[in-house]
Each structure stands twice: as structure tokens, then as C-alpha cells.
């Protein structure tokens, strides 16, 4: 799930391996992300690491 700056979400699915999906919205974007270990982030041109939430079930990443 993401949700925007205004809290409105603007994206929840359970996505399949190999799924690609690109947004544009008003940060900051909330996320809840699960299998964090399977999941390829980029925000703009950078790569973000999920690596510190690799272990977690559920992972939250705010993105400014």
C-alpha cells in the first residue's frame, strides 16, 4: 500500500514476482511493503535498500 502526502492511498495490491508499477504522487509517501527481501524499490533516480527490513513481515518506509 502507498499513501500520499494528503494520506489518500493511491496504490494497494498484492503484486506477483516480476510486477512493475510506477507512480507519480505528492510526497511523503507512506509505504507498507510486505516480503521486503523480494521487493526493487526506486524513488526518483535513487535505489532505495529494503535491507534493514528484509527480516520483517510487514516493513514501513516513509519516503520524503
Known amino acids: 500500500e502507498i499513501r500520499d502526502g494528503n494520506d489518500k492511498v493511491i496504490f494497494s495490491k498484492l ?10 504522487a505528492v510526497p511523503p509517501l507512506k509505504l507498507v ?6 521487493v526493487k524499490l526506486t524513488y526518483g533516480d ?19
Not at 33 to 38: D, K
Open 15 to 24: 503484486s506477483r514476482s516480476g510486477t512493475e508499477a510506477r507512480l507519480m
Open 33 to 38: 511493503i510486505g516480503n521486503a527481501r523480494g
Open 46 to 64: 535513487r535505489l532505495i535498500d529494503l535491507t534493514p527490513h528484509a527480516g520483517a513481515t510487514i516493513s514501513r518506509v516513509t519516503l520524503e
